[in-house]
């Protein structure tokens, strides 16, 4: 019974024991939850400053340019074609030939037009001396008139047959005009100065109107026609009227070619939103070629005194663009901008004062006027904003966890 007893009060004692440990490292934990330094020395329940990048908004002048791909196409392009069916006689070029404007390409068989001429300019000289007689009489029956030997009337008859003789000579003079003509057609001509193209005719082939005889195509100068956007067209009609420079980049060369901007279409494709603008070159060495593609920029206007801040500190929210603006006291606010243009890593906007410090790296952890520490170390090549509530990369720093 005593031993009985004697258990009883050890279990008593056990429990005892075990419940005011259990209390004890309860307290513990409290008074040490309770301490009020954590990490960075911020008060209990407040977040850390986040690490950030920051970058200072600056003022200067941004030219707004276009660059896209364009064509290389010849101002003039000439389908040489025979005027009459006839035999070719000769070819006095060669294909890839350059030639100059008025020089001898193709001659014709011509003996049948050589001959119609020669028998227009006889019927021409037969009628001119029958001409003339008839003026001698005319000359003559006058001065009998003026006698009385003669009646006016016979005078009178043979002035009708001089005015007749009159008429035959002129159409004498244009028949033989006429066969000039016909006799020109049968020598091609170049009507431009270019480079001739393949020349598939030889002397005794049968040619007719329809039939191509070669193409000429001037190389010097060049254009190069490119597609504008349609947001750009205002700009664009204002650097035509100022014959802006537009620069070429050609496969091969280092350095850009030099145009001038001298013509925009009247009409925006209505497929793809652009207008088709073209610009002339010197081509003296021929670095252009007709079909060629190339690279085209062309300055359409210049922002004088714009705010240019790096690219990587816009955010793109459902609102519009936006970024953080970091103040003396190291508080980060959200200010929404209005992008007005972007070239290479840094952008152009209005909302931003120069000499503004903005985050370009860190954004992610910033929460509307929260406090920030700048990272010393340089921000990465090639960094981009990123959105807030978007997941950040696993080597940033992490908003710490409230406790449950």
Do not use: C
């Not at 941004?62 to 392009?77: A, E, K, M, Y």
């Amino acid at each position: 019974m005593k031993k009985k007893l004697v258990l009883a009060l050890a279990g008593v004692l056990i429990v005892a024991v075990a419940g005011w440990w259990w209390n004890g490292s309860g307290d513990r934990m409290a008074a040490k939850n309770a301490r009020p330094a954590v990490a960075g020395g911020a008060p209990a329940g407040s977040a850390p400053a986040a690490l950030v990048t920051l970058a200072t908004a600056e003022r200067q002048d941004v030219p707004v340019t276009v660059q896209v791909n364009g064509s290389v196409v010849s101002l003039n392009s000439v389908d040489l074609r025979p005027q009459v069916t006839n035999t070719v006689q000769a070819v006095h070029v060669k294909e890839g030939q350059f030639v100059k404007a008025g020089q001898l390409l193709f001659t014709l068989d011509d003996r049948n037009d050589q001959a119609n001429l020669a028998r227009a300019r006889a019927q021409q000289k037969r009628d001119e001396a029958t001409m003339a007689d008839l003026e001698r009489q005319y000359k003559r029956s006058q001065e009998l008139v003026a006698q009385n030997f003669i009646a006016k009337s016979a005078a009178d008859a043979t002035l009708s047959q001089l005015e007749a003789q009159r008429a035959a000579v002129a159409a004498d003079r244009a028949a033989v005009q006429s066969a000039q003509v016909a006799l020109g057609y049968a020598t091609l001509r170049a009507p431009i100065a270019g480079r001739i193209g393949a020349v598939n005719i030889y002397p005794g082939t049968l040619v007719q109107p329809t039939l191509s005889l070669v193409t000429i195509t001037q190389l010097d100068p060049i254009a190069v026609s490119f597609p504008v956007p349609e947001a750009n067209l205002q700009d664009l009609l204002a650097a035509a009227r100022s014959r802006a420079k537009v620069e070429a980049l050609v496969a091969g060369r280092k350095e850009p070619l030099s145009g001038v901007l001298n013509f925009v279409d009247n009409t925006v494709d209505p497929q793809i939103g652009t207008v088709r603008a073209k610009a002339v070159f010197d081509n003296a060495d021929q670095s252009f070629w007709p079909g060629q593609f190339v690279g085209t920029r062309i300055t359409v206007r210049t922002l004088s005194g714009a705010t240019v801040v790096p690219a990587a500190a816009l955010m793109m929210l459902s609102d519009g663009a936006s970024l953080y603006v970091v103040d003396e006291a190291m508080n980060a606010k959200r200010r929404k901008v209005q992008v007005l243009h972007t070239f290479g890593t840094k952008v152009a906007l209005s909302g931003v004062e120069p000499g503004e410090q903005v985050v370009i790296e860190g954004s992610q952890n910033v929460r509307p006027g929260g406090k920030v520490r700048v990272d010393k170390k340089p921000a990465p090549a090639g960094t981009t904003g990123v959105t807030p509530g978007s997941a950040a990369s696993s080597d940033a720093p992490q908003p710490p966890r409230e406790r449950a």
